[in-house]
């Protein structure tokens, strides 16, 4: 149980347009996404929390405009990195939590490797 | 703010034989949960262990256990009988217990990670 999926696996994009990443939980249902950001060899960095049917919560220095975040419904959450440019090239991670079994703990979907040419 | 420290950037351990992967952190909050997550090469983030700092029992899976010292804030993670599929970055993480309306956050503060070597 507990299975976070993530579309697509790779994309490769050209500089200045868009691209969507999907986050769904496959098994459970969750009001509450995370967004990660992770650069080679390093950690991770939480970008958003994404809330189901309410405007996401931004970390500091992260461009809300650049990265859009939407969450219509309890298994779905996605991100579209608007005209991107090379520097936003990096590996994006979702994450979810369980709701409603008290349960704290997140899983964590593969992993979106986007690179932008 | 919370600050998650883990001081090996990078371990290597023996086949069958036991490690032990440092982790501190920093927080004024008495009750939070302290993760340990193994991401392997495939990029794939995976819960290894849980403890609840409210417990004083230190948690166990398995082969996978932690020295969790709520005065020192430490929370070490010991693997025993290393396999070669353990081979993996481990990052410790911190995550508040406080319910978010009364002004918690849910976000996990993670580590720098330990990259651990397991040699046959």
């Known amino acids: 149980g507990a299975v976070v999926s993530q579309h697509p696996s790779r994309v490769i994009c050209k500089s200045g347009t868009s691209v969507k990443i999907e986050c769904r939980s496959l098994?459970?249902?969750?009001?509450?996404m995370f967004w990660y950001r992770q650069f080679p060899k390093q950690s991770l960095m939480l970008m958003a929390t994404s809330n189901e049917g309410s405007k996401a919560t931004y970390e500091q220095g992260v461009e809300k405009d650049k990265f859009l975040i939407n969450h219509a419904s309890l298994t779905l959450s996605t991100l579209t990195v608007t005209s991107a440019h090379p520097e936003d090239s990096s590996f994006y991670i979702c994450s979810a939590r369980v709701l409603g079994t008290g349960r704290y703990e997140q899983y964590f979907g593969p992993g979106t490797r986007l690179t932008v040419t | 703010a919370q600050t998650v420290t883990q001081s090996q950037p990078e371990m290597s351990v023996q086949e069958a034989e036991t490690v032990t992967l440092s982790c501190t952190y920093d927080t004024s909050e008495s009750d939070y949960y302290l993760f340990w997550y193994k991401q392997p090469p495939s990029r794939q983030m995976i819960l290894v262990i849980r403890q609840e700092a409210y417990k004083q029992q230190n948690a166990t899976e398995n082969r996978f256990s932690v020295n969790f010292q709520k005065a020192a804030k430490s929370f070490s993670l010991k693997i025993s009988d290393s396999q070669l599929g353990d081979a993996a970055m481990y990052f410790c993480a911190y995550r508040s217990a406080q319910v978010v309306v009364e002004g918690g956050s849910e976000k996990l503060v993670f580590g720098k990670g330990t990259k651990l070597t397991v040699n046959p």
């Open positions: 098994d459970f249902q969750a009001t509450t």
